[in-house]
């Protein structure tokens, strides 16, 4: 089949570790990502965002590629990668410069973001994202955007992702050997950001939780800015590899149980009609009932919950933020395939003592319907991010010249 690399196009990779999924979005003349592509197969040769089987990895990247070209009858040359691991951090820093001409220029911004994130970060880390969250002049804090005011100094307060280089490095490599060469590297749980919360939501300060098979994804915003992220390596297949051991059953019956008839919290309506549990073959499970199967489900939800809560009130102890009304945060938002399971907001909100909401994509206005589910969340806002960084590439090649452009490439290629 004759494949076109002609479209204007953004292309997002998310190796998790239950799924691989490759998304093919095309930019339209007015600016709507059309995506036009879609791959996905199982995981297999990677378990919590590190490599375990360098060779099956490769096929299942390569089997989620070829399929997404097929559909979109398009030739993959570059993605956007995601990742997520349990050795990905942050930090929060500042930075602060005089006015050179005492009004803020684009030099002046580059200058007081490069002083802040010269700070000393793990020797087995680089930066993964610099994200600016506001700017003061003088006095005036609070500003999103300086450039073209008067003052005497700035200062930048930044958020640095930083992750473990070598686990991106060998990931990386995988792509690599097929044939494909990473654009940009997102953490999972920003990605999903750009997917799922409003503007109104994170100035309202609300925090994200990407609920995946073996990892959750942690983001907080305040006052509208990413203030703080994390990564717990227990997620969704932890329930699962319960209910297995609990019922002695195959881990994919367990998974289909858990999809079917599993609930994290007890609804007595449904306790009372003592419901019988059956297998995909259609075959009852001896000794499980809609009861026993909550009883196993429940504390281990109430557990992952909990681990994100004591995450959060370890920040707001280290940064004496006061936990107002004993309430973690006022928005709680839960996306990723595991958010599906039924009940799930009435168990977070027992932890949290917060609104909660379950949310799918809902940022970009042509979502597929396949597409338009929790646990594409990752995904889809991969493209999103793609299509924001591909149009600041351009910016920067018309403004500085094709040379420059070409120089800070090969810069980024080298530091990969």
């Known amino acids: 089949m004759n494949l076109s690399t002609k ?172 044939g494909i060469y990473v654009r940009k590297t997102i953490f999972t749980g920003l990605a999903s950001s750009f997917s799922v919360l409003t503007e109104e939501e994170k100035n309202a300060n609300v925090c994200l939780i990407d609920i995946g098979g073996e990892n959750m994804n942690v983001c907080m915003y305040i006052k509208g800015s990413l203030y703080h992220n994390f990564v717990i390596p227990y997620a969704g297949n932890t329930i699962t590899r319960d209910i297995a051991y609990a019922f002695s059953l195959p881990y994919s019956d367990a998974e289909f149980i858990k999809k079917k008839y599993g609930y994290a919290i007890e609804d007595i309506s449904i306790t009372c009609k003592n419901l019988e549990i059956f297998n995909q073959k259609g075959e009852k499970i001896i000794n499980c009932y809609y009861h026993s199967l909550v009883e196993v489900i429940e504390p281990r939800c109430i557990e992952l919950f909990n681990l994100v809560k004591n995450e959060i009130l370890k920040l707001y102890s280290k940064n004496n933020i006061k936990n107002i009304n004993n309430q973690i945060l006022s928005n709680i938002v839960l996306t990723g395939g595991s958010s599906k399971i039924k009940s799930l907001s009435q168990c977070a909100k027992r932890i949290f003592n917060s609104n909660i909401k379950i949310k799918k994509p809902c940022n970009m206005s042509k979502i597929p319907k396949y597409l338009s589910k929790p646990e594409y969340s990752t995904i889809v806002g991969l493209l999103y991010y793609g299509k924001k960084h591909q149009q600041c590439y351009s910016q920067n090649k018309k403004k500085h010249g094709f040379l420059k452009y070409l120089l800070n490439q090969m810069k980024d290629w080298l530091t990969r």
């Open 7 to 178: 479209k204007n196009v953004i292309v997002g990779l998310e190796i998790g570790t239950t799924k691989i999924i490759v998304s093919i979005g095309e930019i339209l003349q007015d600016g709507i990502i059309d995506i036009i592509g879609f791959g996905e197969c199982n995981a297999l040769g990677i378990e919590k965002g590190k490599i375990n089987n360098l060779e099956l990895l490769i096929e299942c990247i390569n089997k989620s590629i070829h399929e997404a070209e097929v559909m979109a009858k398009y030739k993959i040359y570059s993605v956007y990668l995601t990742i997520s691991h349990e050795e990905i951090h942050c930090q929060n820093e500042i930075g602060i410069i005089p006015i050179k001409k005492k009004e803020v220029t684009k030099k002046d911004i580059d200058a007081v973001i490069k002083i802040a994130k010269s700070v000393k970060i793990n020797n087995d880390h680089n930066i993964l994202h610099i994200i600016p969250q506001e700017f003061s002049i003088d006095k005036q804090s609070g500003i999103k955007n300086p450039i073209g005011l008067s003052g005497i100094r700035i200062q930048a307060n930044i958020h640095l992702i930083t992750c473990n280089k070598n686990i991106k490095k060998n990931i990386i490599k995988a792509i690599k050997k097929c």
